[in-house]
């Protein structure tokens, strides 16, 4: 049975910092790439950052960009989002999502993840 459950979401002031974990099990966690996405209440859901399953590449949304880090730890089967300079945009629900590749080819669509977590709340005040 595979689970992804991610932690680390939290209230932070504009300018802070968080960094959301997400954890995989059931699964060979480095036959999959890994995504970061993200939900504000009445908006559509956005991809946010992706990871290959080597860690090798990465992608980041141009809202993000120089403020997110995506990585992994293989050996742990956990995937992280390093979010610093947060902004009151930034509040969201935030999923972790597992797609099966051995490719370097990342991708932003939701629908080609094969599991997703159920998420966890980053709150950024102003």
């Known amino acids: 049975q595979v689970q992804v459950v991610e932690s680390g979401g939290g209230l932070v002031q504009a300018g802070g910092s968080l960094r959301l974990s997400c954890t995989a099990s059931g699964l060979s966690f480095d036959d999959y790439a890994m995504g970061w996405f993200r939900q504000a209440p009445g908006k559509k859901r956005e991809g946010v950052s992706f990871?290959?399953?080597?860690?090798?590449?990465?992608y980041h949304a141009d809202s993000v960009k120089g403020r997110f880090t995506i990585s992994r730890d293989n050996a742990k089967n956990t995937l992280y989002l390093q979010m610093n300079s947060l902004k009151p945009e930034d509040t969201a629900m935030y999923y972790c999502?597992?797609?099966?590749?051995?490719?370097?080819?990342?991708?932003?669509?939701?629908?080609?993840?094969?599991?997703w977590g159920q998420g966890t709340q980053v709150t950024v005040s102003s």
């Open positions: 990871i290959s399953w080597s860690g090798a590449y990465t």
């Open positions: 999502a597992a797609r099966v590749t051995k490719s370097g080819v990342l991708s932003s669509r939701a629908s080609s993840y094969n599991y």
